[in-house]
């Protein structure tokens, strides 16, 4: 997968699964596509795991019932991915008409 920083095996001990309602898997095209929708539409300049999460979200509200509440956190920023497959393809050359086309 393309999410710095996580190994696919890896699962914190603080985890308590008990708890967990749902496990929803997001594939990195998904995730890559949903953190460039997150800048392109609402400003929000993360990396690929708040891609991610977002996307996770996205698919959770889809299932819930009308007027669910939802508390997404989001807690990185994109700055340290510049060099990541989230901005493959994205020059310094790029202008507005460009980046509006990546979604």
Known sequence: HKIQGWTPDFIPKVLNTDVT?????????????????????????????????????????????????FCVILPDTGERYLSSPLFEGISEESDDDWLSQLT
């Not at 979200?57 to 009308?66: D, G, S, V």
Request: glycine content about 6%.
């Open 21 to 69: 309602d749902d496990v929803i898997l997001v594939s990195d095209e998904d995730s890559i596509a949903t953190a460039r929708e997150l800048a392109q539409k609402e400003g929000i300049f993360c990396g690929i795991s708040a891609g991610a999460t977002m996307k996770a979200a996205l698919i959770c509200a889809e299932k819930a019932p009308e007027n669910s509440s």
